[in-house]
Nanobody, 117 residues
Framework: QVQLVESGGGLVQAGGSLRLSCAAS????????MDWYRQGPGKQRDLVAT???????IYADSVTGRFTISRDDAKKTVYLQMNSLKPEDTAVYYC???????????WGQGTQVTVSS
């Protein structure tokens, strides 16, 4: 079983920064990609960033240059450093991973990020 628990969300002014954390339990962390998704009010859930087992990262165009995803395999934790935050970044942010070649999907409970103008 895999469990994901996010933390670090909160209220911040535009231009500010937050760092989100996702702590994982269970097997397979070091050999599987970890992802951050977000879902704003009235919007679908979209991929924000992903980091592979090799450490290679891919970002959504909307956050490139402002957000950084990283992982600590020893701690089984993935992070999302968010800088230069904008009101449009307001959303619930979810940690996500897959197992068994994509057969199984695991999601955290989500953490709210609110950016005021």
């Amino acid at each position: 079983q895999v469990q994901l628990v996010e933390s670090g969300g909160g209220l911040v002014q535009a231009g500010g920064s937050l760092r989100l954390s996702c702590a994982a339990s269970g097997s397979g962390f070091s050999i599987n990609a970890m992802d951050w998704y977000r879902q704003g009010p009235g919007k679908q859930r979209d991929l924000v960033a992903t980091i592979g087992s090799s450490g290679t990262s891919i970002y959504a165009d909307s956050v490139t240059g402002r957000f950084t995803i990283s992982r600590d395999d020893a701690k089984k934790t993935v992070y999302l450093q968010m800088n230069s935050l904008k009101p449009e970044d307001t959303a619930v942010y979810y940690c996500h991973t897959k197992r068994n070649g994509g057969v199984r999907h695991y999601w955290g409970q989500g953490t709210q990020v609110t950016v005021s103008s």
